[in-house]
């Protein structure tokens, strides 16, 4: 009885987010549309219940539960409160968006908190179960969110394509899975990692399970060559959505593989480390190049998503602790510039109108002089430019990658990112150099103005002082992995 209790306790922060999204959606039943107010708020409230519990219960310890199947670390908990944080930023931002388009209804925010649960689930997965369970729950949720818009035929496109090759790069992660547990008879992270260090296996399937565990992973960051749902899903889900979909899950991802391939295989970095080297390359140079084409805003963050993927890649495969904090804080960074950015994009649209296009932010200096600034600190940030967190981010992986070794494919990442900011600075000869295509006025609530601002303006002031987010990163990354 003692151990059930630790294991909920260890847990409750998970409970309470699955507890509140069934309770939001038995409420949702009772509520008029014009009561739905309190559905948001309930979002929000469970957001701040599950961030005090993880708090309250962090200890500087690795602690594990449920049989060793979940575990409750640094990094744990530290990625846990900043999902908390971006999750709110993405209820505060689409909320006036699902109003204008009828899709403000408990559906969505019960699928968002359970989509938060699995990516929740993903970050203290401790067994090959654990983790699987986590990415599905995140993945089911996610491809119900695309189709939300039912009426939208681009919606109800990019779900399918999304669900089909989603559930291939699933198939292709278990088999993957199933083939470590064949040659280790365990899920347990750790005793994986112990059986593999205790004498030689069949190298052969293991590298064979290990290309297929990386080719999933690859395909839930949309690195080259699994990128091919990325742009699809980007410009054919609703805003909020994609909002969503191209944040929060990346800091799963990332403790995903963290987990998989550091704690559980590092014996075979050799072999996961030239993988991760070429999809870094090719992520890097087919996202800034196809980027150049795009028309469409939602597309181009799509394949700036792929060539920021290929920069996280170059912290993961220098297989160092420099490379994995750094990893872990050009990941932090990347999802605060994309929240800023979709927000931006979420405050220009109104009903009927998207805002998805360039052309959409032609002469926005003219009409909001505020937000066009707000704007160029996100697209100098994402472009590398100093001394925006961008910068910081791209430097720290990139020296990472050269102190372990690979000089020639720094100079090349540099040449890319500067070939990239293109994409990025013709943003902003739009907002300030062109004459407006819409005059209509910018209208959006209180509290999205106030927090979309502190969004962006944090691109510029932790781009300044980044000793201290650095030193979040170490004290995760280090009390995770020692």
């Known amino acids: 009885m003692e151990n059930i209790r630790y294991d909920l306790m260890t847990a409750l922060p998970e409970l309470i987010v699955l507890g509140m999204a069934m309770v939001i959606l038995l409420v949702d039943l009772f509520l008029k549309p014009a009561q739905r107010m309190a559905i948001y708020v309930l979002a929000q409230l469970t957001l701040i219940a599950a961030a005090y519990f993880s708090f309250s219960s962090h200890v500087p310890s690795v602690s594990t539960a449920f049989s060793g199947a979940f575990v409750d670390d640094g990094m744990a908990d530290v990625l846990k409160m900043m999902m908390y944080l971006g999750t709110s930023f993405v209820f505060v931002y689409s909320r006036q968006y699902l109003q204008?388009?009828?899709?403000?209804?408990?559906?969505?925010?019960?699928?968002?908190?359970?989509?938060?649960?699995?990516?929740?689930?993903?970050?203290?997965?401790?067994?090959?179960?654990?983790?699987?369970?986590?990415?599905?729950?995140?993945?089911?949720?996610?491809?119900?969110?695309?189709?939300?818009?039912?009426?939208?035929?681009?919606?109800?496109?990019?779900?399918?394509?999304?669900?089909?090759?989603?559930?291939?790069?699933?198939?292709?992660?278990?088999?993957?899975?199933?083939?470590?547990?064949?040659?280790?008879?365990?899920?347990?992270?750790?005793?994986?990692?112990?059986?593999?260090?205790?004498?030689?296996?069949?190298?052969?399937?293991?590298?064979?399970?290990?290309?297929?565990?990386?080719?999933?992973?690859?395909?839930?960051?949309?690195?080259?060559?699994?990128?091919?749902?990325?742009?699809?899903?980007?410009?054919?889900?609703?805003?909020?959505?994609?909002?969503?979909?191209?944040?929060?899950?990346?800091?799963?991802?990332?403790?995903?593989?963290?987990?998989?391939?550091?704690?559980?295989?590092?014996?075979?970095?050799?072999?996961?480390?030239?993988?991760?080297?070429?999809?870094?390359?090719?992520?890097?140079?087919?996202?800034?190049?196809?980027?150049?084409?795009?028309?469409?805003?939602?597309?181009?963050?799509?394949?700036?998503?792929?060539?920021?993927?290929?920069?996280?890649?170059?912290?993961?495969?220098?297989?160092?602790?420099?490379?994995?904090?750094?990893?872990?804080?050009?990941?932090?960074?990347?999802?605060?510039m994309t929240l800023a950015g979709f927000g931006i994009i979420l405050l220009l649209s109104r009903q009927g109108f998207e805002a998805d296009k360039l052309d959409d932010l032609k002469g926005l200096n003219q009409r909001s002089p505020w937000h066009a600034f707000l704007m160029l600190i996100v697209m100098f940030s994402m472009a590398g430019v100093p001394p925006t967190l961008g910068f910081y981010a791209k430097f720290s992986v990139l020296q990472a990658a050269l102190a372990a070794g690979y000089v020639w494919l720094v100079v090349f990442a540099v040449l890319m990112a500067v070939i990239g900011a293109f994409y990025y600075l013709r943003v902003i000869k739009l907002m300030y150099f062109d004459e407006p295509l819409d005059a209509h006025p910018i209208t959006a609530p209180m509290d999205m103005r106030l927090v979309l601002s502190v969004n962006a303006l944090a691109l510029l002031v932790i781009g300044l002082l980044p000793e201290k987010l650095i030193e979040v990163c170490i004290y995760t990354i280090t009390s995770s992995l020692s």
């Open 100 to 336: 204008q388009r009828a899709m403000f209804r408990g559906e969505f925010y019960a699928l968002v908190l359970f989509s938060l649960l699995g990516m929740m689930v993903m970050v203290s997965g401790q067994s090959l179960l654990t983790l699987y369970v986590g990415l599905e729950l995140l993945s089911l949720s996610l491809y119900a969110l695309v189709a939300m818009d039912r009426d939208n035929a681009k919606a109800t496109e990019a779900a399918m394509k999304y669900f089909v090759l989603g559930a291939l790069a699933s198939g292709m992660l278990l088999y993957g899975m199933s083939m470590i547990y064949g040659m280790t008879g365990s899920l347990n992270i750790a005793e994986i990692n112990t059986a593999l260090m205790a004498g030689p296996k069949m190298h052969a399937v293991l590298i064979l399970g290990l290309v297929f565990i990386v080719a999933g992973l690859a395909f839930k960051l949309g690195a080259v060559p699994f990128q091919m749902w990325v742009p699809d899903v980007y410009e054919g889900s609703p805003t909020a959505v994609t909002m969503l979909i191209s944040s929060v899950p990346k800091l799963a991802a990332f403790a995903f593989l963290i987990r998989l391939l550091v704690q559980a295989l590092p014996t075979l970095a050799a072999d996961w480390q030239q993988m991760l080297m070429i999809m870094a390359v090719l992520s890097i140079v087919i996202g800034n190049i196809t980027a150049i084409a795009q028309t469409n805003l939602k597309r181009m963050l799509a394949y700036s998503t792929i060539s920021h993927v290929g920069f996280l890649l170059y912290g993961l495969m220098s297989v160092t602790m420099n490379g994995f904090i750094f990893a872990m804080f050009y990941i932090v960074s990347y999802v605060l």
